[in-house]
């Protein structure tokens, strides 16, 4: 069975960085690999994402120049690195899995369990 587990999140002040890791377990298959959050009152929305075959990736304007996304293969780890926070990336971040880069939601095959990340000011 494919198993998405995250680790990160929690607390912090506006400015302030977090780092989320996912590692993906169950599966000799590479994936790509994506990042999503919902915030209050907001829909599941793209947060960024990478290829497998050549590490290209992705993000929503709202958190390009801030976050990083990168994986390591060897591991089958994805990690989100977040700089600059502010109060409106407050939400659930989830980790996801297809065999193509998951732009959509409804485009992956696996989900993590999901981890608040809370900013405040």
């Known amino acids: 069975q494919v198993q998405l587990v995250q680790s990160g999140g929690g607390l912090a002040q506006a400015g302030d960085s977090l780092r989320l890791s996912c590692s993906v377990s169950g599966t000799n298959s590479r994936y790509g690999m994506a990042w999503f959050r919902q915030g209050p009152g907001k829909e599941r929305e793209f947060v960024a994402g990478?290829?497998?075959?050549?590490?290209?990736?992705y993000y929503d304007d709202s958190v390009k120049g801030r976050f990083t996304i990168s994986r390591d293969n060897a591991k089958n780890a994805v990690y989100l690195q977040m700089n600059d926070l502010k109060r409106e990336d407050t939400a659930v971040y989830y980790c996801?899995?297809?065999?193509?880069?998951?732009?959509?939601?409804?485009?992956?095959?696996?989900w993590g369990q999901g981890a608040q990340v809370t900013v405040s000011s």
């Open positions: 996801a899995a297809g065999f193509y880069v998951p732009a959509q939601a409804d485009a992956a095959d696996y």
């Open positions: 990478i290829n497998w075959a050549d590490d290209g990736t």
